[in-house]
């Protein structure tokens, strides 16, 4: 390979671009898609897409849900943007945080018509930028001028790397006395990928040859640091530190995958929507997002690599459990991690058991 990029370093370089409003080429055997991410989308880059041909907004299904069109393409939806249209048209449906005042979008005209494919993997793309998943495509020539300087992406090389889990390796270990346990220690790992790293907390020398008691972790900067009273997740955080340092050993898993995989700004975006009345689940969906867009195969990755090979799970998440043991981790028991209920959260709880199957 040399000094050029390899497809992940290509792909991580795109994710840049998107957030920071630059195009990408996506190109498969017949056509070359020129992609932007709306979120990031300016009326100057508007007008320079415009020029290039007609527009199309790719959209998920969960957001055409709430726009009350088709999905035609089954998971996703493909717009046709009217001649003229401005940022501020494409922006409301893109995001729903206007869509209580303005309920009624459109007319929209969805399209059937080719592959939706370069469109699917846009839409990929913008979610693992964290941002929101809607892009604006233009169909190009592959040859056209004035393209050199963008990253280009062919499908056939991008699809498996959409759709599996980065490789995680150590960085470094070193030890950390902490209030659960003196004898802690922290473990760093990062993405082949060029992506955000997770951290492994060791409490006390847990044994590798029987199951360890552990603790599957998302990062929630509003519960974690700031004890918001809105989720449970500061008071299972320590709760599950306690516990181990009760037991004299475990292992926390500590993923970078804030808002159950959407990332900081979305959740803050969903919160507003839940500030409307809408729940966890429904705010997720007006978004363009599902349910939980997190991989918890990065658990199981972390827990291989650790020696790890059967855990006591502390978790309220039968999707922990399934995912753990399809990727090679025994789960010998569940270990209920029922605390941090409050009056603020207590309709989120209700919405996570009835909605997201969580033993509460």
């Not at 100057?44 to 199309?56: F, I, N, Q, V």
């Not at 035609?72 to 409301?92: E, K, Q």
């Not at 500030?275 to 918890?296: K, P």
């Amino acid at each position: 390979m040399g000094l050029g990029l390899s497809i992940i370093e290509r792909m991580t370089r795109a994710r840049g671009d998107l957030r920071m409003g630059v195009p990408v080429v996506l190109t498969d055997a017949q056509d070359a898609l020129l992609v932007i991410a709306v979120e990031a989308l300016s009326p100057d880059r508007l007008a320079a897409l415009a020029a290039l041909g007609p527009l199309e907004l790719a959209l998920t299904a969960r957001r055409a849900e709430t726009l009350k069109t088709p999905a035609y393409d089954g998971d996703m939806v493909r717009v046709s943007v009217p001649a003229g249209a401005g940022l501020g048209w494409i922006t409301a449906l893109a995001d729903p945080v206007d869509d209580l005042r303005v309920p009624m979008k459109g007319p929209l005209r969805g399209l059937r018509d080719g592959s939706a494919a370069l469109h699917r993997a846009g839409l990929s793309l913008a979610k693992s930028a964290q941002l929101l998943p809607a892009i604006l495509a233009v169909r190009i020539d592959r040859n056209a001028e004035g393209l050199e300087a963008l990253t280009h992406l062919p499908l056939a090389l991008i699809t498996a790397e959409l759709a599996r889990s980065s490789p995680l390796h150590p960085v470094v270990a070193a030890r950390l006395p902490m209030a659960a346990s003196a004898a802690g220690r922290v473990h760093i790992f990062r993405p082949e990928d060029g992506g955000v790293e997770h951290y492994a907390i060791e409490v006390g020398r847990p044994d590798r040859a029987g199951p360890v008691l552990a603790r599957l972790h998302s990062a929630c900067f509003t519960g974690d640091v700031l004890g918001s009273l809105k989720c449970d997740c500061g008071p299972q955080l320590r709760a599950a530190l306690s516990q181990m340092g009760e037991a004299g050993a475990g292992v926390l898993l500590y993923l970078n995958q804030e808002g159950r995989g959407i990332g900081l700004a979305n959740k803050m975006r969903a919160y507003a929507l839940q500030d409307q009345g809408f729940d966890t689940v429904e705010a997720n969906h007006r978004l363009g997002f599902e349910d939980d867009e997190r991989d918890f195969r990065l658990g199981a990755s972390i827990l291989r690599e650790m020696g790890f090979s059967t855990v006591r799970l502390l978790t309220n998440n039968p999707a922990k459990i399934t995912m753990m043991q399809a990727n090679g981790i025994e789960v010998a028991e569940r270990v209920p991690l029922r605390v941090g209920k409050t009056d603020q959260n207590a309709a989120y709880l209700a919405t996570k058991a009835a909605k997201s199957g969580h033993l509460l």
